[in-house]
């Protein structure tokens, strides 16, 4: 992935953080580095492998930095 995820991870509002995964909502409709729109909810995963249950059908883009998944979710 081709972004300084320290300086996106401050635009992001944290919600979550367990020893699985950290989770942040975009509250102020960052880009997503993947597809250049704007994304929901990332989710950073910091074992691997990691599981993820979603409630809801979601369209995601992947990217990996550092050995990290980071999944962003559009809704």
Not at 32 to 52: G, I, M, R, Y
Request: hydrophobic share 35%; glycine share 4%.
């Amino acid at each position: 992935m081709d972004i300084d995820t320290d300086e996106l991870l401050t635009s992001l509002t944290k919600r979550e953080d367990n020893a699985a995964i950290k989770s942040y909502q975009n509250t102020v409709a960052v880009a997503c580095p993947a597809c250049d729109e704007p994304f929901d909810d990332l989710v950073v995963c910091k074992q691997n492998p990691t599981s993820l249950d979603l409630s809801k059908r979601l369209d995601l883009c992947v990217g990996v930095d550092d050995g990290q998944a980071y999944i962003f979710t559009h809704g």
